[in-house]
């Protein structure tokens, strides 16, 4: 593993898995959302977010967080190994509402400035739960034939469907803690 993605649902937990094994393997960290989203959530044209990702993904090793089909066939084409954390969507949408509550609560910054409002994560219709909600069954459908596809042959796929199963895995590149 030296090249690895992962995949799922908005808010279970890609970015955090993401970081806890560039960490672990002393490797960089690229989160896509990042690349994506600029002032005042202005999401990037569809051909600077691809020179962004080809650029951020141009070393031999990283472990990159995040969903964008927009440069799937950049991201899984040069990954080795993607990640698919494919838990239930009630367990899901409890996370990404403990998430959003946090950062709104606390105004965490996240890219380029922005921040979580009420109105944003509620009220939108560009709310992540609606995206969650709307994307969860289709992303079990579609994943499986995506990743199948030949020119994600030379891909290891690993498929977690709870976190304690992501956790038992994980452990095994994690120092134990004390």
């Known amino acids: 593993m030296q090249r690895i993605t992962v995949i799922g649902t908005p808010g279970v937990g890609k970015t955090t898995l993401a970081q806890q094994l560039a960490t672990a393997l002393q490797c960089p960290f690229?989160?896509?959302d990042a690349l994506f989203w600029g002032p005042h959530w202005t999401p990037e044209t569809p051909e600077r977010f691809r020179d962004k990702v080809t650029q951020a993904l141009a070393g031999d090793r990283w472990a990159v967080g995040g969903n964008y089909s927009v440069a799937r066939?950049?991201?899984?084409g040069r990954s080795d190994t993607v990640i698919w954390l494919d838990y239930p969507l009630p367990l899901?949408?409890?996370?990404?509402y403990r998430r959003t509550m946090k950062r709104i609560l606390t105004r965490e910054e996240l890219w380029s400035g922005n921040r979580e409002t009420w109105r944003g994560a509620f009220f939108d219709?560009?709310?992540?739960?609606l995206f969650a909600i709307k994307t969860h069954a289709k992303r079990r459908r579609n994943f499986p034939r995506e990743l199948a596809q030949p020119e994600y042959?030379?891909?290891?796929t690993l498929r977690f469907r709870w976190p304690s199963e992501t956790q038992q895995w994980l452990s095994q590149f994690l120092p134990s803690e004390k």
Do not use: G
Request: net charge negative; hydrophobic share 55%; no cysteine.
């Open 30 to 32: 690229v989160e896509l």
């Open 92 to 96: 899901t949408l409890w996370r990404l």
């Open 125 to 129: 219709k560009d709310s992540l739960f």
């Open 153 to 156: 042959a030379h891909v290891q």
């Open 73 to 76: 066939d950049i991201i899984w």
